[in-house]
């Protein structure tokens, strides 16, 4: 009898209960009474209370973008004070604060700078003084000439002529580029009127011309090489580095020529003049076209001439000091033609950083930085 009752206990204990819970389960059912009597924890903010001032955020965002740093403050200042756990409204009211100081100010004003390029020239006063001045000498030859061939037999009527020539050409070089036109342009048209009276010249002995074809050839070949520039510079617009380029092309590839077909035993000035006039063509078309792949400034195409006149000057001194006055001519003329180009080709190598743009503007200013404000200097510029 005293058994029955411990036994029943341990029948009881050893009854399946229900299924064991880990720690962080809840203790009752998500559904009862005891969960919706128990108070809330806290929750992160919800997104109602981050956007409550989202219009004034999104209007100080947008002045920020337009440079309206004021409103832009202003309008963020706002935000700030409405949600100050506002994720991005405190730093870029500090950003904008920050573009109103002095040093924010020099910052936007470097930045804003234009990275000028050789390849973009603008119109200029001095591209137009120097086609009108061109063009002038230009009109004052061609009425010499015309004059010449009219048969003038008075020095006033030369002097009527090259007066009348002379306004002609001042007059069209004002008067038909009323919205100015760019230093390559002017180049282009002044390198076509110098290079057609030298073809002009050339083409007298080329020809075997004399009297009257001789001065109408000098004054075709200025009319005809002055038009040519002039479409040069109204289609191709090149710069005046690409026509200094093209111009001593065509120049170096005629003295080198002459130099060494001075060499040859052959009287024929008729033929000197014919070729010379091919490789001076050859050349100012070659330059001309390479010149479109390159942006080369004109002062660093007067170094290379300067390169090859020296060049050609030490190798001739060269040969003179080495060999005297025992030896032939020839030498001394194979001497400087492979002098100058020697020098044309180390002149260009070593100004090959010439036309690298400058160093970028950097300025070093006092500042407020940071988010707590800490005082320091802040380096800007354009890299």
Known sequence: MFLAPFVLAVLVAAQPGSPGRDDAGPAVPPDSAVLRTLPSPPLVESPSEVCAAESDYLAGFDALVRGEDAQAVA???????????????????????????????????????????????????????????????????????????????????????????????????????????????????????????????????????????????????????????????????????????????????????????????????????????????????????????LDVSRGRMLLIDSGGILGGLTGLSALFLLLGDDADSDVYLVGAAAGAVAGLAATTFLTRNFDVPDAPAVSIVPTTMGRHGGLGLAMLGRF
């Open 75 to 293: 309008s963020l200042e706002r935000v700030v004070a409405a949600c100050p756990q506002h994720p991005y409204a405190p730093e870029l009211m500090r950003l904008a604060r920050a573009r109103r100081t002095p040093g924010g100010k020099l910052a936007q004003e470097t930045l804003s700078r234009p990275v000028v390029l050789m390849s973009a020239e603008d119109t200029s006063r001095g591209a137009r003084a120097s086609l009108t001045i061109v063009q002038t000498m230009h009109g004052i030859t061609q009425g010499i000439l015309l004059c010449t061939i009219a048969g003038c037999d008075d020095s006033r009527a030369y002097v009527a002529g090259a007066l009348l020539g002379g306004g002609v050409g001042a007059a069209a070089a004002l008067l038909l580029t009323p919205n100015g036109l760019t230093p390559g342009q002017a180049a282009a048209i002044n390198s076509g009127t110098v290079w057609g009276f030298g073809y002009g010249l050339a083409s007298i002995s080329s020809f075997d011309l004399d009297g009257d074809n001789a001065l109408a050839s000098v004054m075709v070949g200025g009319l005809g090489f002055t038009g040519l520039g002039i479409l040069v510079a109204e289609f191709a617009n090149p710069t005046a580095g690409q026509v200094s380029l093209t111009n001593s092309g065509g120049l170096w590839a005629g003295v080198v020529a002459g130099l060494l077909m001075a060499t040859q035993d052959n009287d024929e000035t008729r033929v000197f003049f014919a070729v010379e006039q091919g490789v001076v063509g050859a050349g100012l078309i070659t330059f001309a076209l390479l010149s479109r792949n």
